[in-house]
């Protein structure tokens, strides 16, 4: 059940038009979920300074049970995660920051209970 969090400092008359459907489906294939589960959330217009520049720029949050926990994973998650953000808002690689959060079963609540007992 990923949960994918999106901040940019771009307006949201920057954001293109149904970004979070295709956001969704990336995040699916990328981390080879279904797309039901996916969660994703967007929030532009936000204040954000990186690399000491108020430029353009998107900070990704992936959060998942089972398939963010390694480095060798997260290496090829972040390759395809920054070949779509790039594409999809036009930003340069070095406007982009990108972070693994693992989770665990227990760590998610769902009917009234947490994915353990699912």
């Given at each position: 059940?990923?949960?994918?969090e999106l901040e940019?400092n771009?307006?949201?008359?920057?954001?293109?038009?149904?970004?979070?459907?295709?956001?969704?489906?990336?995040?699916?294939?990328i981390l080879?979920?279904?797309?039901d589960?996916?969660?994703v959330?967007?929030?532009?217009?936000?204040?954000?300074l990186?690399?000491?520049?108020?430029e353009?720029?998107?900070q990704?949050?992936?959060?998942?049970?089972?398939?963010?926990g390694t480095?060798?994973?997260?290496r090829s998650h972040?390759?395809?995660?920054?070949?779509?953000?790039t594409?999809?808002?036009?930003?340069?690689?070095?406007r982009?920051t990108i972070r693994?959060?693992?989770?665990?079963p227990?760590?998610?609540?769902?009917k009234?209970t947490?994915?353990?007992?699912?």
């Amino acid at each position: 059940m990923p949960f994918i969090e999106l901040e940019t400092n771009l307006p949201a008359s920057r954001v293109p038009a149904g970004l979070e459907k295709r956001l969704c489906a990336a995040t699916a294939a990328i981390l080879d979920k279904p797309e039901d589960r996916v969660s994703v959330t967007l929030r532009p217009g936000m204040t954000l300074l990186m690399n000491g520049s108020t430029e353009p720029c998107v900070q990704l949050l992936v959060s998942s049970i089972g398939v963010v926990g390694t480095a060798e994973q997260n290496r090829s998650h972040s390759s395809r995660f920054f070949e779509f953000l790039t594409k999809e808002l036009s930003l340069d690689q070095d406007r982009i920051t990108i972070r693994f959060i693992p989770l665990e079963p227990w760590q998610i609540g769902k009917k009234g209970t947490v994915m353990t007992f699912l």
